[in-house]
């Protein structure tokens, strides 16, 4: 059976050209969509990445507030610091009493002990010891442990000018009328004085036995 559609071309292409724009439509519709999600999804992107700043910003300001906090033991430190090189610096040209009291003790020979030491500023140093002789011995062969005794002294690092002030025959001890005991022995008793370098303005005497 033969068709034969009778309409005008025109007629023929407008009806051809309305069902195409059904599928425009709903191409369109979903362009839209797409593009819509999208802007959504980016808004929500924009969004999370804006509280991730401002969670920094606020993170950073805290640091900052903390750590002006922290500026104040930082100043103290500085402060803290300089005290202590200042008393280093006034330190340094201090002598120590009690270490040239120590070298004294250790250098002095066996058989010679300490009366008395004084350490000053203005007097230096000064000691006086006692060495055992006996009623056999000369008077040279009792001196050589004064002898000693003095060249040792010069040898250490914070004394000069070593000087035997005084030194005569001598008795150390005393009478204990209990036992009726003489313990009292024979000694040759001397004074010794000298320089200490950068000595302190204080003075400290030491005992014998102390």
């Given amino acids: 059976?033969?068709?034969?559609?009778?309409?005008?071309?025109?007629?023929?292409?407008?009806?051809?050209y309305e069902g195409w724009y059904r599928y425009v439509f709903i191409v369109s519709i979903g362009?839209?969509?797409?593009?819509?999600?999208?802007?959504?999804?980016?808004?929500?992107?924009?969004?999370?990445?804006?509280?991730?700043?401002?969670?920094?910003?606020?993170?950073?300001?805290?640091?900052?507030?903390?750590?002006?906090?922290?500026?104040?033991?930082?100043k103290k430190e500085i402060e803290l610091d300089g005290r202590q090189a200042l008393v280093?610096?006034?330190?340094a040209d201090r002598m120590n009493l009690g270490k040239v009291?120590?070298?004294v003790s250790?250098?002095?020979?066996?058989?010679?002990?300490?009366?008395?030491?004084?350490?000053?500023?203005?007097?230096?140093l000064t000691f006086v010891a006692n060495t055992p002789r006996s009623?056999?011995?000369s008077t040279n062969i009792s001196y050589k442990s004064v002898a000693k005794t003095l060249v040792r002294i010069n040898?250490?690092?914070?004394?000069?000018?070593?000087?035997?002030?005084?030194?005569?025959?001598?008795?150390?001890?005393?009478?204990?009328?209990?036992?009726?005991?003489?313990t009292t022995t024979p000694v040759v008793k001397f004074t010794t004085s000298?320089?200490?370098i950068n000595a302190p303005a204080s003075t400290t005497t030491v005992q014998a036995g102390e």
Avoid: C
């Fill in 135 to 137: 009623g056999s011995q």
């Fill in 31 to 74: 362009s839209i969509l797409i593009v819509l999600l999208y802007a959504v999804a980016l808004f929500l992107a924009v969004n999370s990445k804006n509280d991730e700043l401002q969670f920094a910003q606020e993170m950073e300001k805290q640091y900052t507030e903390q750590g002006k906090a922290f500026d104040v033991f930082e």
């Fill in 88 to 91: 280093q610096h006034v330190l």
């Fill in 101 to 103: 009291a120590e070298e």
């Fill in 1 to 16: 059976m033969l068709r034969i559609n009778l309409l005008p071309r025109e007629v023929l292409d407008r009806h051809r």
């Fill in 155 to 182: 040898q250490l690092p914070d004394v000069t000018d070593v000087w035997l002030t005084s030194a005569s025959n001598n008795t150390w001890g005393s009478w204990d009328a209990a036992t009726e005991v003489d």
């Fill in 106 to 124: 250790l250098v002095l020979p066996d058989e010679v002990w300490l009366d008395s030491m004084t350490i000053g500023e203005t007097d230096g």
């Fill in 194 to 196: 000298a320089k200490v």
